[in-house]
Structure formats: structure tokens, C-alpha cells
């Protein structure tokens, strides 16, 4: 896998990057406890140990590069410029959630930020991300497309449908496989013939390579050059980033399908405790780090104050944003 050096970086740059991953942690945790306490109204996919890819990729994108994420997609909302309380709201089902709280934990989206949508249907996200850059190119605009999803995705129809889509038609996108060696319950490599994502992404003339996830300047450099080549016109690229879920695939999962050694051993490559490693060796101090925590820890709290006060929505709203359009049959012929 690719290694990014790890002097001369730019700390503010990178102590920007380990407050968002705190800041991604405690809202998952605090989504873990609202679940605990019954108040999530559906499942919801926490990405604990996964927050550099998050934070990694989303901070190498603008505000008006569009982002198509999956069911695991909290932190890459939030990291995308999305707000912690309209997402917690949403988780809740609250009026003010960021999709009026009809959509929930796998369907979050904000287009204000470029966030087109969380995906509960597995690699589903692929194709519409593929359409999202096939519509810059028409249009000639200038923002880039981004789409996530993990390495269960690569086996559905829609990888192979939406690469080979973007490669055909030379596209603006970046394809990002969050492989963290779970396919659900079921482990990866088990149900994966062949060398992976990379290996498939290359077989089609797209530029790919294998990373490590939980290495924040890894992520950046990599996400940076990337996005740079796409920009240029280069066409698809795509990145696989080898992580850990540290959770199960859902917050009440237990996972014992996976033994504690195992779990215990992907501690240890903890991105946030990686990160605060190397800004310790590059000169800040641990105070500033530690401070990262308290402040993420706060917000988040705060948030789950607010959004378990609020109201539900009104039940007049119901059946608004449902679409109408009369008998299906009308100006068909």
C-alpha cells in the first residue's frame, strides 16, 4: 500500500483533520447512545475507526464537488460541511432534521453542501455518482463527483455498471472503496474472487491504488493528487483505503462473528490515536491535542440536548414532498 512521508507536514492542516475525526467519533458515539436510549427511529451504521477516510477525502473536496455516500455515511455528511444538529435531528426524527426527519440515519442528504444522499441499497450510490458527473461533463461545469461505498459494494452489478460507465465516457469522478473487511457479518475475502477493487478498477482503464485508511496524511495525499488529476480532465480515478470497522454493521450488532484479540489488535491502528502520534512528533503540544477531544465531546452533547427537545413534525407535513402525479398512465402514449 501507498505510505505518505510524514515530515514537513502542515499542522494546522492536519490538527484541522483530528478535530474533524474527534468531532465524526463523538457524534457516533452519541448516535450510539441515542440508539441505546430508543430514541433512533431505524438502524443506523456507525463508522467508528474509519473517521480518515472521512475527514481524509471530504477536505480535499469544495463545497460544490458532489458526495454520494452509504448506509455508513455520518461521518461523510458531516465531514462534507453538513450541520451536527440538523443530522442528529434527522437521526431522531425530529422537526429541523436535514431531510425533515423522513429520511433518517441511511438516507441523510444535504445539497447545500454537495451531500446528495446517504444509500441504503448497497453500491446503489455508484451509478447515481457516475450520472452526477456525466451531468458536470454535459453541463461543462466545473466541480467533480465523489462517490464512497465499502468493499461488499464491488460485488453488486452497479461497480461494475458504474465504472465502466465513467470510463467509457471519460468522466469527472472519484470512486472511494472504504474496505474494512466486512461485507455485513460475512468477511470480505471469503465472497471476493480475485485481487479487489483496485485490481477491477484498473481492468477497465481506470487509474487505482490501495492506500492506508487509517493513515490521515496517507488519506490526504493521495485524495489531494487524485482530485488534482480529475480536475484536469484525467477521468476517473479510483482509491481503495484498507481500514477496521471497530463497531459491528449495526449499532446493536455484537459482532461475534470477529474474536476480541482481533478487535483489540485494530485498536492499536486507531486513526484519531495515529493522528495525535504524529502531531506529538511534529511539535504540538498534548494539551492542544487533548483539547480536541473536550471540544467534539461538548458540541456533541449539546446536540443531543437540542434534538432530544425538539418537537416532532407536525403530521400536516405527512404527505408533503411525496410526489403526484396522477394516474400513471397519463401522457404516456
Known sequence: MTEAPKQ??????????????????????TAARANDEKLVLGAIHLSIGQEAIASGVCKNLKREDFLLSTHRG??????????????MLELLGRHGGICKGKGGSMHIADANVGMLGANGVVSANINIAAGAAHAIKLKQEKNISCCIFGDG???????????NWSGVFDLPVLFICESNGFASTTRTDAMTS????????????????????????????????????????????LILFKTYRLHGH??????????????????????????????????VSKD??????????????????????????????ALADVQDSGDPREGAF
Not at 258 to 266: K, L, P, S
Request: with cysteine; glycine share 8%.
Open 250 to 283: 449495526t449499532a446493536s450488532d455484537p459482532a461475534s462473528y470477529r474474536t476480541n484479540a482481533e478487535v483489540e489488535a485494530a485498536w492499536k491502528e486507531d486513526p484519531i490515536a495515529r493522528c495525535s502520534e504524529l502531531l506529538l512528533r511534529v511539535g
Open 74 to 87: 455520518h461521518g461523510h455528511t458531516l465531514a462534507k460541511g453538513a450541520d451536527p444538529l440538523a443530522m
Open 153 to 163: 459494494a464491488i460485488n453488486r452489478g452497479p461497480f461494475l455498471e458504474g465504472l
Open 288 to 317: 492542544t491535542i487533548d483539547e480536541h477531544r473536550n471540544i467534539a465531546l461538548q458540541e456533541m452533547q449539546k446536540v443531543y440536548k437540542l434534538a432530544k427537545e425538539a418537537p416532532w413534525p407536525s403530521v400536516d407535513l
Open 8 to 29: 514537513n507536514i502542515d499542522k494546522d492542516w492536519f490538527l484541522e483533520h483530528h478535530l474533524m475525526m474527534h468531532r465524526i467519533r463523538a457524534f457516533e458515539e
Open 194 to 237: 480475485g485481487e479487489g477493487a483496485a485490481a477491477r478498477a484498473r481492468s477497465m482503464g481506470i487509474k487505482a491504488t490501495e492506500v492506508d485508511g487509517n493513515d490521515i496524511v496517507a488519506v490526504d495525499e493521495i485524495t489531494r493528487e487524485y482530485v488534482a488529476n480529475i480536475r484536469k480532465g484525467w477521468g476517473p480515478h
